[in-house]
C-alpha cells in the first residue's frame, strides 16, 4: 500500500492548483480547468485508464467522481446515450458541465454534485457504473484538501460505501467497475469486497512511468461472489 505519510501527495495536491481558468491539453483536444479542481494534465492516470475502457455504445454510463469530465465527455463522443457524472466538488461538477458544452454533448451528459450516489434520485439504471476512485489509503483522522480527496480515500470509507451501493443502481447485465493503481492497498480492498459477499477482477491494466517509478493502473470488475 502506498505510504500518504510521504510528502508526494501534498506537493501533486499544491502542484494541481490553479488560480483562474484555464485550458490544458489531454490527448489531442483542448480542456476547460476550473480553479480548484484536479488537474488530470499533471497525472498520467486518467488518460491511462481512459485506455483500459470500453464504454456501453448506444447504452447509459455513470462515472463517480467526474473532475474535469475527461471520462464522462469521452463516454459521450464515444456513442453512450445518456451519461451522468458526480462529484463532491461543486466546482468539478461545473468544469464537467463546461466540457460538456465545449465538445457538444451537453445534451447527454449530466453533471451531478453528490457524494457518491446520495443525490442520483432521479437517474435511470446504468449499464455501467465507473469510478476511477481515489485509491491511495489515508488515516480516518487526517484533515484532507479538496485535492487530495481526488486520489485519497481516508479508512477506505468511500470504497466501502460503493461496494455496498453500486449495484443498486445497475440495469439488467449491468456491470460495476472500478480503477486502482498499485499505489492502493489491494488486499485491504479485496477484504472490503468480500465484506459484501463480491470479489474484484482484474480485467485489464497498463504500466506507466510516473516520477516516482512504474505505477500499475487497473480496471476491475466488482462482481457478486
Not at 476550473?34 to 488518460?47: G, I, Y
Not at 446515450?81 to 461545473?94: C, E, G, I
Request: aromatic share 8%; charged share 25%; hydrophobic share 40%.
Amino acid at each position: 500500500m502506498y505510504d500518504y505519510t510521504q510528502p508526494l501527495s501534498r506537493s501533486e495536491a499544491s502542484r494541481a492548483e490553479v488560480r483562474q481558468q484555464t485550458d490544458i491539453e489531454l490527448s489531442g483536444k483542448e480542456w476547460t480547468l476550473l480553479p480548484d479542481v484536479f488537474s488530470p494534465a499533471h497525472s498520467k492516470s486518467s488518460l491511462a485508464h481512459l485506455s483500459l475502457l470500453e464504454f456501453p455504445v448506444g447504452g447509459t454510463f455513470l462515472e463517480i467522481g467526474s473532475g474535469i469530465g475527461l471520462i464522462a465527455v469521452e463516454a459521450a463522443l464515444a456513442g453512450c446515450r445518456a451519461v451522468y457524472a458526480t462529484d463532491l466538488n461543486p466546482a468539478a461538477v461545473k468544469n464537467t458541465e463546461l466540457n460538456a458544452e465545449r465538445f457538444g454533448v451537453a445534451d447527454r451528459v449530466t453533471a451531478v454534485h453528490s457524494d457518491l450516489f446520495d443525490a442520483l434520485h432521479d437517474a435511470p439504471a446504468f449499464d455501467v457504473v465507473y469510478w476511477h476512485s481515489n485509491n491511495v489509503w489515508a488515516p480516518p483522522e487526517l484533515d484532507l484538501t479538496a485535492h487530495e480527496l481526488a486520489y485519497v480515500d481516508p479508512g477506505y470509507e468511500a470504497h466501502r460505501r460503493y461496494f455496498r451501493e453500486a449495484r443498486n443502481h445497475l440495469a439488467p447485465g449491468g456491470r460495476v467497475l472500478i480503477a486502482l493503481s498499485s499505489r492502493a492497498g489491494r488486499p485491504e480492498l479485496d477484504e472490503l469486497a468480500a465484506a459484501d459477499e463480491q470479489r474484484l477482477i482484474t480485467l485489464d491494466s497498463t504500466t506507466v512511468d510516473e516520477p516516482e517509478g512504474p505505477v500499475v493502473y487497473e480496471l476491475l470488475e466488482l462482481v457478486t461472489r
